[in-house]
C-alpha cells in the first residue's frame, strides 16, 4: 500500500514511537501525574514534563510552563480561543483556515465577535496586504493557518508577526500542517500563541496536541472545568498554565509516543525533513502536470521551483472525467493507493477555487513516502486520465 494522506495523519511511524508507547503502558512504572507522591505518579510527571520541554525546543518557545497538552488541534483552538477572545473583541482570520479554527470563531461571532478574512490570491497565498485595511480599533487577535492542509500554501509568519507587534495585536497560529516540516521560531516569528496536534509530522499518537504560549499578555478565562491534582479545595480550575487548560487525566502514554516522535523529528532535523519533502512534491509535481486532464490547486511548478518555502508536501488536484470521490476510490480499490478527496474540512478554500460540488484529491507526503511510490501513483494518475 501506497500512503498519501499524511495531512489526516502520517500512518507510518518510526519505530520507538510504539516502542515508547508500549513501554509506558508494559513498564507499570507510569500512573496518574500530580496525583500522588508515589513513583508511578512521579514518573507520570516527569514524562509529561519531558515532553513539554521538547515541544518548547521545537517551536523555541521561552517557557515550557506555558504549553498545555490537548487530545489534537481542534480541542487546542477550542479551549485557546474561547479563553482569550470576548464578544467585543475583532479578530482578523483567512479563507485558508480548516474547520478546527472556523467553527470556534462562527460560535464567538454568534455572541458578537466580528470577524474578518483575509482573501486568497490567484495563486492560493494569503492576501497579506489586506491586513491594514481590515484591523480595527478592537481587533484583539489575527488567527492564521501556517500551512494549508489543501494547498500547502505556506504563510510568511514573520511579516504577520511584525504586523501583529507594531498594532500590538495578538498573533495565534495554526501549526497543525506545518509542525516538524517547516522550521517555527515563535520569538523570531513573534507568535504569541501556536496549538499543534502531534498525530501528523511529528510523529506521535492520535489523541496529543496542544497549546503553545510564548509571552505572559494573555488574560485568559476557564472554558472546561474539571481535576487538576491541585488546589483541590478551590471552586475554579487553577489560573494558571498549564494547569489551566489540563482538567483531568492527561494521556501520558500518549506523551511518550509524541517525544518519541519528537526525538525522530529532532534527529534529522526539520530543515533536513524539509527539503526531503520539497524533491519529493517538486517530482510530483513535475510528472503530475504533463498529465493530460489534471488540474493543480494553489501551486505551479514554476512558483515551486523559484519559492520552495512558500510550499508544504501537499497538493491537491482533480482528473477531468472524474469525481474527486470516484477518483480516490479508483485510486485505493484498484491501485492500493490512499489518498484523500472531499472538502479537507476547509470549506472557504473550495469557494475560493469553485470546487465546492467536486472537491479534490489530495497527496500529502510524509519523510516515510519514496520516489518509487511516487512513480506507482503517477502511473496510475496516467492510465486513469487514458481511461477518459
Not at 190 to 213: A, E, R
Not at 316 to 325: I, Q
Amino acid at each position: 500500500m501506497d500512503y498519501f494522506d499524511n495531512g489526516a495523519t502520517t500512518l507510518i511511524k518510526p519505530p520507538q514511537v510504539a516502542d515508547a508507547v508500549y513501554q509506558a503502558i508494559q513498564s507499570q512504572t507510569i500512573g496518574n501525574p500530580a496525583r500522588g507522591s508515589h513513583a508511578p505518579a512521579l514518573q507520570a510527571l516527569r514524562q509529561a514534563e519531558q515532553t513539554r520541554i521538547k515541544i518548547a525546543q521545537l517551536f523555541h518557545a521561552q517557557d515550557a510552563s506555558q504549553i498545555s497538552f490537548t487530545s489534537n488541534a481542534t480541542m487546542a483552538f477550542n479551549l485557546l480561543l474561547k479563553s482569550v477572545l470576548n464578544p467585543t473583541d475583532a479578530v482578523i482570520t483567512t479563507k485558508n483556515e480548516h474547520n478546527s479554527v472556523l467553527r470556534p470563531l462562527y460560535q464567538l461571532e454568534k455572541e458578537g465577535l466580528q470577524l474578518d478574512f483575509l482573501e486568497l490570491d490567484e495563486k492560493g497565498q494569503v492576501r497579506l496586504d489586506q491586513l491594514e485595511q481590515l484591523t480595527k480599533k478592537n481587533t484583539k487577535a489575527i488567527v492564521i493557518n501556517h500551512m494549508s492542509n489543501v494547498t500547502g500554501q505556506i504563510t510568511d509568519l514573520k511579516k504577520v508577526g511584525a504586523y501583529c507587534r507594531e498594532k500590538n495585536i495578538l498573533l495565534i497560529v495554526d501549526a497543525a500542517q506545518s509542525a516538524g516540516v517547516v522550521p517555527i521560531d515563535m520569538v523570531e516569528m513573534q507568535i504569541d500563541g501556536l496549538c499543534f496536534t502531534g498525530h501528523k509530522s511529528l510523529y506521535g499518537p492520535q489523541g496529543t496536541g496542544g497549546i503553545v504560549l510564548n509571552q505572559p499578555n494573555f488574560h485568559l478565562k476557564t472554558v472546561f472545568s474539571g481535576g487538576s491534582g491541585s488546589h483541590s479545595y478551590d471552586k475554579e480550575m487553577p489560573q494558571q498554565m498549564p494547569g489551566l487548560f489540563e482538567p483531568g487525566t492527561l494521556n501520558v502514554h500518549g506523551l511518550a509516543g509524541l517525544e518519541a516522535g519528537l526525538d525522530y523529528v529532532a534527529e534529522l532535523s526539520v530543515e533536513s525533513i524539509q527539503k526531503q519533502l520539497q524533491e519529493l512534491t517538486l517530482f510530483f509535481l513535475e510528472e503530475v502536470s504533463i498529465i493530460s486532464g489534471i488540474k493543480i490547486y494553489g501551486c505551479n511548478l514554476k512558483s515551486l521551483k523559484e519559492n520552495p518555502e512558500q510550499h508544504g508536501a501537499v497538493i491537491s488536484l482533480n482528473l477531468a472525467g472524474w469525481s474527486s470521490g470516484d477518483l480516490a476510490d479508483v485510486l485505493y480499490e484498484e491501485y492500493d493507493i490512499c489518498v484523500r478527496s472531499g472538502a479537507h474540512c476547509a470549506p472557504l478554500v473550495h469557494e475560493h477555487y469553485h470546487t465546492i460540488e467536486s472537491g479534490m484529491v489530495r497527496f500529502s507526503f510524509s519523510s516515510f513516502n519514496t520516489k518509487a511510490e511516487i512513480n506507482r501513483a503517477i502511473e496510475a494518475l496516467t492510465e486513469l486520465a487514458l481511461e477518459k
